[in-house]
């Protein structure tokens, strides 16, 4: 699934796109992270202000529009196509 289809997603939804928001999407989809922690620490590198309740939000947040499903997920984030 691209950046875009996950972004229109979440709009649709009626989220703002934020830069916390795209830059949380954007390691998702370019590394293969096995956990929100993961996750968290990726993003951190990058934007030092974000917590890492905001990281585990947007997981939820990503999983609630059904775009990421994290029980499916071991090693790798997978995104979904959807429905």
Known sequence: MSRDV?????REE???ITNQRRLIIDTILANDC???KEIYYQVHKKDPDMG???VYRMI???EEI???DR?????DVCC???E
């Open 34 to 36: 096995s956990c929100c």
């Open 52 to 54: 890492v309740a905001t």
């Open 60 to 62: 939820k947040t990503l």
């Open 71 to 75: 029980k499916i997920v071991l090693r």
């Open 14 to 16: 009626g989220y703002r």
């Open 80 to 82: 979904r196509e959807v």
């Open 66 to 68: 059904g775009v990421l």
């Open 6 to 10: 996950i972004l229109q997603k979440l």
